[in-house]
């Protein structure tokens, strides 16, 4: 930043300037030409002044709010309708994915509580993937879709419990046919289906 004197930012034309020099409290900061006055100063004000306002804008916002519902409404879905449509369905199926990490998390918090195992995870670790990496079907959490397809919290172990690094998202499918089985019962069933049914085929 080059440093210039207020009287050679004048001259020039310009808004703002830098001398290099701090400021009373100590801000090492532009300033402006016309007043002197220092950038940080004026920035750190400003946040005060909303900070201290705030109580007072919400409080006449939800007086707003509460009487001019109708109009609030109007002017959301008249913003909500300009959007394309693909722009529309990414924005109803993030919301609804969002709603159902929520719930998805409140189900296995109440799981872990009742059974007495380990629960360390937030939103943050859940993430559900378009389809079951699994059995590859599509994941759906909308209104008459197929439980089979139902996004579902598995514990990758089940020694352990609903802890970071433990946990994926699958198909409800996927889940009540892993259950609690252990890698040498998968193992198991697999060779008993393969004897029995490759015979009929």
Known sequence: MDIISRKEAREQGLIRYFTGVP????????KLTSSATCLECIRLD??????E????????YKKYAKTHKET???IARSSYNRKDKQERTQIQFDQRQSRYTSYLLSRVKGRAKHKGIEFNIT????VIPTHCPILGIPLD?????????TPSIDRIDNKLGYIKGNIAV?????NRLKSDASISDVR??????????????
């Open 46 to 51: 400003s946040a005060k002044s909303r900070k």
């Open 188 to 201: 198991a069933i697999l060779s008993y289906m393969e004897q029995h049914l490759e015979n009929k085929v």
């Open 141 to 149: 959490f909308n209104k008459g879709h197929s439980r089979d397809s």
């Open 53 to 60: 306002d705030w109580p007072r804008v919400h409080k006449h």
């Open 170 to 174: 699958i198909s409800m499918k996927a």
């Open 123 to 126: 939103l943050d670790d859940i």
């Open 72 to 74: 609030l409404n109007k």
């Open 23 to 30: 400021c009373k409290h100590g801000h090492m900061s532009e």
